[in-house]
């Protein structure tokens, strides 16, 4: 038994669970962003699927890695102005669009990349970014192998998390967010134009979830492959609920929830084949709806979250 | 910057509800023709060879009716659901587990003449389906649990639960390696109902629910509850209507219906349960759902639609070498145009310029 408790005392653990955890870090402050301004974005599964396909679509045709995350930005902010001009500016069903945002993106992603790779039967490789090691910190024993020793992406993924917390926390704009997701009405009187401040978190917020879609191919695989984003995005949802809409809550919720499932994929090899794959592979999913029922009851949710804003109405 | 402002309709034209599903349809098939120009072939060939392969012989419109009878029952199944705002995404999931009921019980541990087999089938489909719901409308009720999130996140268990009972101890042995379920016995089997085609009883079966929901949903006082919940929740429960139980009947009928559609792909189509049963027939009843204004009888008809456009595309496919995503790719736009149509039904937009100061 005592294999099952080293396990989290392996270097190999915590690098693991930081890997796991990166995409839906993106994905889930991705959507805290749309949240707190009052848009629930139910296009971040599709959103993930085609930022990972187009990332690694463009490193496959000639691009450096980094131009590949900047084209997977730029498609998740297209597909995030084109949810916000449905739910924001003509108060379209966001549930809806957002199911329609997901069919969209993903059938898309699939469509472009049958196109360019016809009869390609086993998917084709990139050279995906490399581990670096960051000088001295990579060297001390345990923490080294377990922090230090990422991919760039992995860095810059950590960056963008920083970026979004600043932006949420410290700058008029973040405020600004906020308040359209509990009071736009208080928003607009202050002169502030509700539309663009949530058309902003929407654009911002699913550019992130493009970027956590092409980590998958970028940095954790090497090739894009159908069905690869595998619930990821409705799993960050659950965090969003879970975090009660709290950046910082959903980091730490995105850890605990990437360490649970580095450690069922090592507890898996322990316990070899007495319990079918399939219950493992269910684990991530069962935890998430656990974890809904657990924040429930101190659930707050925005207080405009699904409420169209028009102008010249009052709520 | 161009300033507008949505103005809702007093009274929405006759002419615009009616003309808004084939506006949407048509915008959609307009915008899939630049990409199947990409592709590099030319689009009304393709549109021609999707017609073609969907109606232009007596088995491929039994080929695409064959299709439309699952999809008109997920999109009964989101009809109900969406109507009292009950956001069920789930049917996909409801659906294998319509089918694993059908071939817990219809693989000969019961054995029933015909005549009363296959209602069996369908009633045990639809408890399945309604009963994966209740637990998570239960925890909607009591704990305010969003069943948007659980309703999806519960598919990926259904269908691994599937996977596993298929490699596992419901694997099929004279299946030679396959994961396939034990074939449905013959008193359980939906009979041909076109000589010569894969086009099943299912198909009338899907018809009769179509007509059963619209009666319930228009004629009973349940629909009239349901109607009101969906509009407003607060005055509804004022005005005396009990919401628990009126959104656990609503779980309860849409998972049902979407359980019989794995029933139908069960017992009618292959006669066995496999891992690719419905490719997305859950996901497709919201889209069948949404063009169909959530009306019962116009999801046969947004059903048979959708169904031509998956069974055509295949056939463009072949002939045209456009990839059959496209038809993915055709019904993604139709969700999205219907929702532009319904904002033009509901709303005027009036333009006023820009102010000094933005």
Redesign the interface.
């Known amino acids: 038994m005592i294999e099952f408790i080293e396990i989290i005392f392996t270097a190999g653990f915590w690098a693991a669970t930081i890997r796991i955890a990166c995409p839906l870090i993106l994905a889930t402050i991705g959507e805290v962003l749309c949240e707190r301004a009052g848009v629930l974005n ?1 296009g971040i599964e599709g959103i993930m699927s085609i930022g990972a396909m187009v990332g690694w679509m463009t490193v496959f045709l000639g691009a450096d890695l980094y131009t590949g995350i900047l084209a997977a930005l730029a498609i998740g902010g297209i597909f995030g102005l ?1 949810h916000a001009i ?1 739910t924001v500016y ?4 966001q ?3 957002g ?3 997901t ?2 993106a ?3 992603g ?2 472009c990349f ?2 360019i790779l ?1 009869s390609s039967t086993t998917p084709p490789k990139i050279k995906p970014f490399q581990p670096i090691d960051i000088p001295f910190l990579s060297e001390l024993p345990f923490l080294g192998p377990a922090f230090f020793q990422h991919t760039p992406f992995t860095y810059l993924a950590i960056l963008a998390v920083i970026f979004a917390f600043w932006l949420m926390n410290s700058t008029p704009l973040g405020l600004s967010i906020k308040m359209a997701g509990e009071n736009p009405m208080a928003l607009e009187a202050q ?1 502030i ?1 509700v539309f663009l401040v949530r058309t902003i978190a929407v654009v911002l917020g699913s550019a992130l979830m493009a970027v956590g879609g092409a980590y998958l191919t970028l940095s954790a695989f090497d090739a894009f492959y159908f069905g690869m984003i ?2 990821r995005g ?2 960050a ?2 965090l969003v ?1 879970f975090a009660s809409w709290k950046p910082e809550r959903a980091l730490l919720g995105a850890l605990l929830f990437a360490g649970l499932d580095a450690y069922q994929v090592r507890a898996q090899q322990l316990a070899g084949a007495v319990i ?1 794959y ?2 493992f ?2 684990l991530p ?2 935890l ?2 656990v974890a ?2 657990i924040a ?2 101190r ?1 707050r949710y925005p207080k405009a979250l699904l409420v169209p804003f ?3 109405e009052r709520h | 910057m161009i300033k507008f ?2 103005e809702e309709r007093a009274k929405s034209p006759y002419w615009l509800i009616i003309l808004s599903p084939f506006i949407a349809i048509l915008v959609a098939i307009i915008l899939a023709g630049f ?1 199947i120009v ?2 590099g072939a030319n689009p009304f060939q393709s549109y021609n060879q999707l017609v073609i392969g969907a109606f232009g012989s007596k088995n491929s419109v039994a080929e695409t009716l064959a299709r439309a009878t699952p999809i008109i029952l997920t999109g009964l199944a989101a009809s109900i659901a ?1 109507r009292a705002k009950f ?1 069920n ?1 789930g049917a996909e999931g409801q659906l294998y587990f319509g089918a694993l009921a059908t071939t817990l019980f219809g693989t000969g541990l019961v054995v029933l003449p015909s005549i009363l087999m296959i209602p069996f089938l369908f009633i045990m489909g639809a408890l399945a389906g309604g009963l994966l719901l209740l637990p998570l409308v239960l ?1 909607k009720l009591y ?4 069943e ?3 309703t ?3 598919n ?2 259904v269908v ?2 599937v ?2 009972l298929l ?2 101890p419901w694997k099929d042995p004279m299946s030679l390696g396959w994961p396939q379920g034990k074939s449905v016995i013959g008193e359980g089997v939906l009979p041909q109902i076109l000589s010569k085609t894969r086009l099943h009883l299912g198909f009338i079966i899907s018809i009769f629910f179509a007509f059963s929901v619209w009666f319930i949903l228009s004629k009973t006082v349940i629909g009239y509850r349901i109607k009101s919940v969906g509009l407003n929740a607060a005055a509804a429960s004022h005005a005396g209507v009990p919401i628990f139980k009126t959104v656990l009947i609503v779980a309860l009928l849409s998972g049902g219906m979407a359980g019989m559609a794995g029933v139908t792909e069960t017992a009618g189509l292959k006669g066995y349960l496999t891992l690719d049963l419905s490719p997305g027939f859950g ?1 497709a009843g ?2 069948v759902a ?1 063009l169909a204004n959530l009306n019962p009888i116009g999801v046969i008809f947004s059903g048979v639609f959708l169904a031509s456009i998956y069974v055509g595309a295949d056939a463009m496919s072949r002939a045209m ?1 456009v ?1 059959t ?2 038809a ?2 055709i ?3 139709t ?2 145009c219907i ?2 149509s ?2 033009f039904v509901h ?1 005027k937009i009036l333009f006023f310029g820009a102010k000094k ?2």
Do not use: C
Request: hydrophobic share 60%; glycine share 6%.
């Open positions: 139910l084109l449905f003509l108060g379209a069903s549930h809806v669009t199911i329609g945002i069919m969209l993903s059938s898309l699939f469509f049958k196109l016809p002169g134009d595998n619930g409705w799993i949802i659950a609920i079918p399939q219950f592979l269910m999913f069962l998430s709806i809904m029922v429930a009851k659930t028009r102008r010249g | 402002r949505l990409l990409l592709a969406f956001w995404i925890l704990y305010k649990v969003d948007v999130v659980t999806l996140l519960l990926f268990v691994l639960l996977s596993y490699e596992g996901y919201i889209a949404m070498n990839p995503y496209l993915d790719v019904v993604a736009l969700v999205l929702l532009l319904l904002v709303y100061n933005d």
